[in-house]
């Protein structure tokens, strides 16, 4: 499965932006599709995932952000509302079909991998 994210852009804090990851194929709704991001001088770090139709959320993004899914167009987005300058980073979406729930936050638990957007917050 190939992916492509899309929807990154330059906003200003307490703006919002919506981001889409389109899959090449039907994946269906137990395939895992995450969000995660790398900000400058950082390590890739966890912000959503939805899988079999329940989402999970890094703590610091809940609230503030919503995963969701449409299967029948193979795109998965994730909306930011509030967004900080702390949140400006390359936002990237990865995919899997064998990820278990304890590993839905692990970076090295995905095979498939968006080629990345950036999302810049200025303050």
């Known amino acids: 499965v190939q992916l492509q994210a899309s929807g990154g852009g330059l906003v200003q804090a307490g703006g919002s932006l919506r981001l889409s990851c389109a899959a090449s194929?039907?994946?269906?709704?137990?395939?895992?599709v995450a969000w995660f991001r790398q900000g400058p001088g950082k390590e890739r770090e966890f912000v959503a995932a939805?899988?079999?139709?329940?989402?999970y959320y890094a703590d610091s993004e809940k609230g503030r952000f919503t995963i969701s899914r449409d299967n029948t167009r193979n795109m998965v987005y994730l909306q930011m509302d509030s967004l900080e300058p702390e949140d400006t980073a390359v936002y990237y979406c990865?995919?899997?079909?064998?990820?278990?729930?304890?590993?839905?936050?692990?970076?090295?638990?995905?095979?498939?991998w968006g080629q990345g957007t950036q999302v810049t917050v200025s303050s």
């Open positions: 194929e039907c994946t269906g709704s137990r395939y895992a």
């Open positions: 939805v899988r079999s139709g329940t989402t």
């Open positions: 990865a995919g899997g079909g064998t990820v278990i729930l304890s590993n839905l936050r692990n970076v090295a638990a995905y095979g498939s």
